[in-house]
């Protein structure tokens, strides 16, 4: 699909739907947002670049391959879970640094945990997606 | 007291497979993780089934929530065995895998969804929380249809279509029973579960929610009149898949009707009469599936069927000794049914079909391959002083204790049963002269002796388990022992989890 408005609305959209991900990723934890909702959005920044421009030049833009952000994004999330064990208690429990950071707000193993389903699911909807797009050409 | 050791062996296939889609196409580096995973795993749950058959159950609060609102992970001496039997298995399948799966599967993800498949097993045997229970359900669910479709071929395809219908509708009647639960008692907790089911005033609605669980566990675990999901699945995937499969899938689910039906709600003389029933059928129609059946697998298939039946029995039996007797089997019968799946894929590289017809003169071929084949045939059967004898005993003097001829008669017939086709089967495929008429075709003699030997040490490593099953059977008996004093007595594990 070729349109001009699409096209020139979709450069100013795709950083901003980009942002609006990062927010709702960092504001997940006691409010409603989180990773996954974050990574839907992130994609769909994706998907609509994709429509505009065509999937190959998404994919330049993108530079690795989306199935290379499962294996980070579930690594983030399971070094996150794990790293409770080496200050001695249960897995998965939730350690916050004591001072809240500018902008980001407070920083702990929740945030990483978030941060690895927010690649995961970038990584695993792209890849559907761009699979589908590039046999159907 | 939380401990963090019991996780491990669920983290560490975890971090194999997060490695190995890393290494995504790298087929060796996929192997060669796989395998390093599994000697870890096996070494971890090793250290686990010690430290609880020394200490006594362990506990291990998620997250550091407080049971019963967290979710809670038990390590007791039946979890601990299921998921140290499940590591000798894994480990005995990734090596088959290494030469036994196909390159063209490895690429598309054979190794890291293994792996997934096993955290999810090792899961489930651990959980102390049944809605979490579901979870690791549906991640071994989920990995299973993909290691079933794998390639893709068009009988596959059938078989995981009806995999995957009953499987789901497994996983419904399961949900639906954890939300009428949690409706009347307000609690997931399996331990604070046992304590309020009891005094709920309306117990029709608990024995309604054991039906939901009965079948939704007897789905899973293939019973009668359930299980034909299982003959017409398992024989289409790669021999590796199927004794994976074979040997744990459907033990889950087993796991979860005694975890369920000795912790969670004690059941009344009709649930008991029809788990009785249940394992009665069961073993007669797999034993007589079993019969008429050429094909190696599916012989196989259908023998699952039947010792299904066996353990079942145990838990309608509802005794002590039952439940010993159950235990046993159930150990003896993981080793023994990986193993055998293992084999057919072996019997495959060696002639190229499982058609028992099309097959024949192994023995004279491959004297020392056949030879440790029969050791594990034997323990099949149950010849003493091999593996399947001793749970055998038990389990008769158990039903001859409540005087429950008709398990007593269908135990008899299901061992006889099995007797004639695993003596039918060695006879055609191994003392029968192979046909002449096509050729066969032989993979085997064209491998390298590092592949011959990834195909046939597997076979030895569960072989020898089960001879050390049954030649230390006193210590196996110990340890049925101590499992069904934990299913009668229930409290050491309501305080080990809530500390009262």
Same mark, same amino acid.
């Given at each position: 699909m070729k349109s001009t408005? !699409?096209?020139?609305?979709? =450069?100013? *959209? !795709?950083?901003?739907?980009? *942002?609006?991900?990062?927010? !709702?990723? !960092? =504001?997940?934890?006691?409010?409603?947002?989180?990773?996954?909702?974050?990574? $839907?959005?992130?994609?769909?920044?994706?998907? $609509?670049?994709?429509?505009?421009?065509? #999937?190959?030049? #998404?994919?330049?833009?993108? =530079?690795?391959?989306?199935?290379? *952000?499962?294996?980070a994004g579930l690594g983030i999330a399971a070094l996150s879970m794990f790293l409770p064990v080496l200050f001695g208690q249960p897995v998965m429990t939730g350690l916050w640094i004591n001072q809240p950071l500018p902008v980001i707000g407070m920083v702990g193993t929740a945030l990483f945990f978030d941060l690895g389903v927010y690649l995961v699911v970038v990584g695993v909807v792209l890849t559907i997606l761009f699979t589908i797009s590039l046999n159907t050409h | 007291m939380t401990d963090n050791q019991i996780i491990t062996p669920v983290i560490v296939h975890l971090f194999t497979a997060i490695l190995q889609l890393v290494f995504w196409r790298k087929t060796v580096t996929q192997r060669i993780l796989s395998i390093t995973g599994c000697l870890i795993g096996f070494?971890?749950?090793?250290?686990?089934?010690?430290?609880?058959?020394? /200490? /006594?159950?362990?506990?291990?609060n998620a997250a550091n929530w407080q049971p019963p609102f967290g979710i809670v992970f038990v390590a007791d001496l039946l979890s601990s065995t299921l998921v140290l039997l499940t590591s000798v298995s894994a480990l005995a399948v990734c090596i088959f895998s290494a030469t036994g799966i196909a390159r063209s599967r490895m690429l598309y993800g054979y190794f890291p969804i293994f792996h997934f498949l096993v955290m999810g097993l090792n899961g489930a045997f651990l959980t102390g929380d049944i809605f979490n229970q579901y979870v690791w359900f549906e991640v071994i669910i989920i990995a299973s249809f993909v290691l079933l479709t794998l390639g893709g071929r068009k009988a596959q395809l059938e078989g995981a279509v009806k995999y995957m219908a009953l499987n789901i509708l497994a996983s419904t009647f399961f949900l639906t029973g954890i939300a009428l639960l949690y409706g009347i008692t307000g609690t997931l907790n399996m331990a604070d579960l046992s304590q309020k089911v009891p005094l709920v005033k309306d117990q029709s609605m608990v024995n309604l929610i054991s039906v939901f669980f009965l079948t939704g566990f007897g789905i899973k675990a293939a019973v009668f009149p359930l299980y034909f999901w299982l003959p017409s699945s398992y024989h289409t995937p790669p021999s590796a898949v199927a004794a994976i499969f074979g040997g744990l899938l459907t033990k889950v689910g087993l796991y979860a009707l005694f975890r369920f039906f000795t912790l969670v709600i004690v059941p009344d003389n009709t649930i008991r009469i029809i788990l009785m029933g249940m394992a009665v059928l069961t073993i007669l129609t797999g034993a007589f599936g079993a019969i008429i059946k050429n094909n190696i697998r599916r012989l196989f298939s259908y023998l699952i069927v039947c010792h299904i039946g066996f353990i079942i029995g145990g838990l309608g039996t509802y005794s002590k000794v039952a439940f010993a007797g159950a235990i046993f089997y159930l150990i003896h019968d993981i080793m023994v049914k990986t193993n055998m799946f293992l084999i057919a894929g072996l019997i495959r590289q060696l002639r190229g079909t499982m058609d028992m017809d099309r097959l024949g003169g192994l023995y004279a071929g491959y004297p020392k391959i056949s030879l440790l084949i029969a050791i594990v045939l034997f323990s099949l059967t149950g010849v003493p002083p091999l593996s399947g004898f001793w749970p055998k005993i038990l389990l008769f003097s158990a039903a001859f204790d409540t005087s429950n001829y008709a398990f007593i008669g269908s135990l008899v017939l299901g061992s006889f049963i099995t007797l004639y086709v695993v003596a039918r089967m060695w006879s055609k495929v191994f003392w029968k002269s192979a046909p002449e008429d096509p050729p066969p075709a032989n993979n085997f003699d064209l491998l390298s002796p590092l592949k011959k030997t990834s195909l046939v040490l597997p076979v030895c490593i569960l072989a020898s388990s089960s001879l050390f099953i049954g030649l230390n059977a006193e210590f196996i008996a110990r340890v049925a022992d101590t499992i069904s004093n934990e299913m009668i007595d229930t409290t050491p594990y309501i305080k080990a989890v809530l500390g009262k």
């Amino acid at each position: 699909m070729k349109s001009t408005i !699409l096209q020139a609305a979709s =450069r100013y *959209l !795709l950083p901003i739907l980009l *942002l609006f991900s990062i927010f !709702l990723l !960092l =504001r997940g934890h006691y409010y409603p947002g989180g990773g996954f909702v974050g990574g $839907l959005v992130a994609s769909i920044a994706f998907v $609509l670049h994709s429509f505009a421009h065509g #999937t190959d030049n #998404t994919m330049k833009i993108l =530079r690795y391959k989306p199935l290379s *952000l499962i294996p980070a994004g579930l690594g983030i999330a399971a070094l996150s879970m794990f790293l409770p064990v080496l200050f001695g208690q249960p897995v998965m429990t939730g350690l916050w640094i004591n001072q809240p950071l500018p902008v980001i707000g407070m920083v702990g193993t929740a945030l990483f945990f978030d941060l690895g389903v927010y690649l995961v699911v970038v990584g695993v909807v792209l890849t559907i997606l761009f699979t589908i797009s590039l046999n159907t050409h | 007291m939380t401990d963090n050791q019991i996780i491990t062996p669920v983290i560490v296939h975890l971090f194999t497979a997060i490695l190995q889609l890393v290494f995504w196409r790298k087929t060796v580096t996929q192997r060669i993780l796989s395998i390093t995973g599994c000697l870890i795993g096996f070494a971890l749950s090793l250290n686990l089934f010690t430290k609880v058959l020394q /200490g /006594g159950i362990l506990t291990m609060n998620a997250a550091n929530w407080q049971p019963p609102f967290g979710i809670v992970f038990v390590a007791d001496l039946l979890s601990s065995t299921l998921v140290l039997l499940t590591s000798v298995s894994a480990l005995a399948v990734c090596i088959f895998s290494a030469t036994g799966i196909a390159r063209s599967r490895m690429l598309y993800g054979y190794f890291p969804i293994f792996h997934f498949l096993v955290m999810g097993l090792n899961g489930a045997f651990l959980t102390g929380d049944i809605f979490n229970q579901y979870v690791w359900f549906e991640v071994i669910i989920i990995a299973s249809f993909v290691l079933l479709t794998l390639g893709g071929r068009k009988a596959q395809l059938e078989g995981a279509v009806k995999y995957m219908a009953l499987n789901i509708l497994a996983s419904t009647f399961f949900l639906t029973g954890i939300a009428l639960l949690y409706g009347i008692t307000g609690t997931l907790n399996m331990a604070d579960l046992s304590q309020k089911v009891p005094l709920v005033k309306d117990q029709s609605m608990v024995n309604l929610i054991s039906v939901f669980f009965l079948t939704g566990f007897g789905i899973k675990a293939a019973v009668f009149p359930l299980y034909f999901w299982l003959p017409s699945s398992y024989h289409t995937p790669p021999s590796a898949v199927a004794a994976i499969f074979g040997g744990l899938l459907t033990k889950v689910g087993l796991y979860a009707l005694f975890r369920f039906f000795t912790l969670v709600i004690v059941p009344d003389n009709t649930i008991r009469i029809i788990l009785m029933g249940m394992a009665v059928l069961t073993i007669l129609t797999g034993a007589f599936g079993a019969i008429i059946k050429n094909n190696i697998r599916r012989l196989f298939s259908y023998l699952i069927v039947c010792h299904i039946g066996f353990i079942i029995g145990g838990l309608g039996t509802y005794s002590k000794v039952a439940f010993a007797g159950a235990i046993f089997y159930l150990i003896h019968d993981i080793m023994v049914k990986t193993n055998m799946f293992l084999i057919a894929g072996l019997i495959r590289q060696l002639r190229g079909t499982m058609d028992m017809d099309r097959l024949g003169g192994l023995y004279a071929g491959y004297p020392k391959i056949s030879l440790l084949i029969a050791i594990v045939l034997f323990s099949l059967t149950g010849v003493p002083p091999l593996s399947g004898f001793w749970p055998k005993i038990l389990l008769f003097s158990a039903a001859f204790d409540t005087s429950n001829y008709a398990f007593i008669g269908s135990l008899v017939l299901g061992s006889f049963i099995t007797l004639y086709v695993v003596a039918r089967m060695w006879s055609k495929v191994f003392w029968k002269s192979a046909p002449e008429d096509p050729p066969p075709a032989n993979n085997f003699d064209l491998l390298s002796p590092l592949k011959k030997t990834s195909l046939v040490l597997p076979v030895c490593i569960l072989a020898s388990s089960s001879l050390f099953i049954g030649l230390n059977a006193e210590f196996i008996a110990r340890v049925a022992d101590t499992i069904s004093n934990e299913m009668i007595d229930t409290t050491p594990y309501i305080k080990a989890v809530l500390g009262k």
